[in-house]
């Protein structure tokens, strides 16, 4: 039952560009969530955005959401080679648990 | 990962046989996960509780069981009737899980399961 998808399914940037990604989704959401997993490790939440809200910052990142779309980006500026991992949107409904999506994986290159 | 554990961080079986994996959180968390990860996909739920004693089979229950008789703990078991076990294993926990909840959820590092 998928309900968020991330696009591009990979993306590769040079140290210092901006990423952006992408999450898309079905039905009608509480909240978005976007988490990091960095190889081989635990998923580490990032920053949450509720269905009321457009955009919200949280240092380097930037999440925007468009109910109207049902999609929601995340932009991480000035990238470190220290972001490489993979990002994951996870959307929360009020009938339903959170659902991941099947995620970005981001390589930013020194 | 702060607040769950997870034990052994890699864990080999051979076929046939039973594993458990261990979750413990600190968090004081109502509700916890078990997801399974394989290489380069997202997360699929197989168990989740929401409440000591209680448990609810997530998307790929299939060949695997939980307890849940205290409320630090989630332990996943795999059985042999698993078919294809090897892969990632995350537990994770959260404050509870209802209609108002932001469900935020916090993960432990892992167990890799592998069987030979």
């Known amino acids: 039952s998928q309900q968020g998808e991330e696009d591009p399914q990979a993306l590769s940037i040079q140290e210092g560009e901006n990423a952006t990604m992408n999450c898309s989704y079905k039905?009608?959401?509480?909240?978005l969530q976007w988490y990091r997993q960095n190889s081989g490790r635990g998923l580490v939440h990032l920053i949450l955005i509720r269905s009321n809200e457009r955009e919200k910052h949280s240092g380097r990142l930037r999440v925007t959401l468009d109910t109207s779309k049902k999609s929601s980006s995340l932009l991480i500026t000035a990238s470190q080679a220290a972001d490489t991992a993979s990002y994951f949107c996870a959307t929360k409904t009020s009938y339903d648990k959170v659902i991941f999506g099947p995620g970005t994986s981001l390589s930013v290159i020194p | 990962d702060g607040g769950i554990t997870q034990s052994p961080k890699y864990l080999f079986r051979k076929e046939g046989q039973n594993v458990t994996l261990s979750c413990e959180q600190n968090l004081n968390h109502d509700a916890m996960y078990w997801y399974r990860q394989d290489p380069g996909q997202g997360l699929r739920l197989i168990y989740y509780s929401q409440i000591v004693n209680d448990f609810q089979k997530g998307d790929i229950a299939e060949g695997y069981s939980v307890s849940r008789e205290k409320k630090e703990s989630f332990p996943l078991t795999v059985t042999s009737a698993q078919k294809n076990p090897t892969a990632f294993y995350l537990c994770?926990?959260?404050?509870?899980?209802?209609?108002?909840?932001?469900?935020?959820?916090?993960f432990g590092p892992g167990t890799r399961l592998t069987v030979l």
């Open positions: 994770a926990s959260s404050i509870d899980l209802d209609s108002s909840s932001t469900d935020t959820q916090y």
């Open positions: 039905t009608s959401i509480n909240n």
